[in-house]
């Protein structure tokens, strides 16, 4: 089975220019989590959807972050203008209804210089 | 702040040796789940333990719930060195599946 898959793996672009990150959940799945990690602040949650309705994205930084869900089985992350504090690795997580265990991508590892 | 707190930050032990992590949190909560994340990689999880049960087993892994001290632990026997890799406690609580993470513990396991 294919497990959730993130894209680019890494990314390395200049600040001020827009990133997008795509994530592909695993079929059937109805909920998905963006998370950012950095060794300063661990893994932060940045926004979570359930059948394509974005439910909580108290953890989205600020206006220059926004993420959508244009079908059931696929998302992005869309920074713009991006930041050198946004370097991090961003990963994207689903699972099949509530309380039930997240499967998680091997992450994007961004860079912005 | 963090809702699960993991202790101890890092862990070195021998192959073959069990291994301890306990986990500590401040609300009520759903349930409780453990992750492990091996360099380079995302979480995979582990085990799942309901607010209402104690002990879960999974293969050498045993989960324990403590939920009036709001503590869990994660024992991992007869560790291996594959075994090597950072474990996150995660929380839920509430009406909604968002789950809170610890900041992890880095396990070392020398062959």
């Known amino acids: 089975d294919a497990g959730v898959i993130q894209s680019p793996r890494h990314e390395v672009t200049e600040m001020g220019q827009e990133v997008t990150l795509r994530c592909k959940l695993i079929?059937?799945?109805?909920?998905l989590f963006w998370y950012r990690q950095t060794m300063m602040r661990g893994l932060e949650l940045l926004i979570y959807f359930n059948n394509n309705v974005p439910i909580d994205d108290s953890g989205m930084p600020e206006d220059r972050f926004s993420a959508k869900m244009p079908n059931a089985s696929f998302s992005t992350l869309k920074i713009q203008p991006s930041e050198p504090r946004d370097s991090a690795v961003y990963f994207c997580?689903?699972?099949?209804?509530?309380?039930?265990?997240?499967?998680f991508g091997d992450g994007t590892r961004l860079s912005i210089l | 702040s963090q809702q699960g707190e993991e202790d101890p930050q890092a862990l070195s032990i021998q192959e073959g040796e069990n291994a301890t992590m306990n986990c500590s949190y401040k609300?009520?909560?759903?349930?409780l789940q453990w992750y492990r994340q091996n360099s380079g990689r995302g979480l995979v999880h582990l085990i799942l333990?309901?607010?209402?049960?104690r002990e879960k087993h999974s293969g050498r892994l045993r989960v324990t719930l403590d939920t009036s001290k709001k503590s869990s632990s994660l024992l991992i026997t007869a560790s291996r060195a594959a075994d090597t890799a950072s474990y996150f406690c995660?929380?839920?609580?509430?009406?909604?599946?968002?789950?809170?993470f610890g900041k992890g513990i880095t396990l070392s396991v020398r062959p």
């Open positions: 995660a929380t839920d609580a509430g009406a909604n599946s968002k789950l809170t």
């Open positions: 997580a689903s699972s099949f209804g509530n309380f039930q265990p997240q499967h």
């Open positions: 609300t009520s909560i759903n349930n």
């Open positions: 079929s059937g799945h109805n909920s």
């Open positions: 333990i309901r607010s209402n049960e």
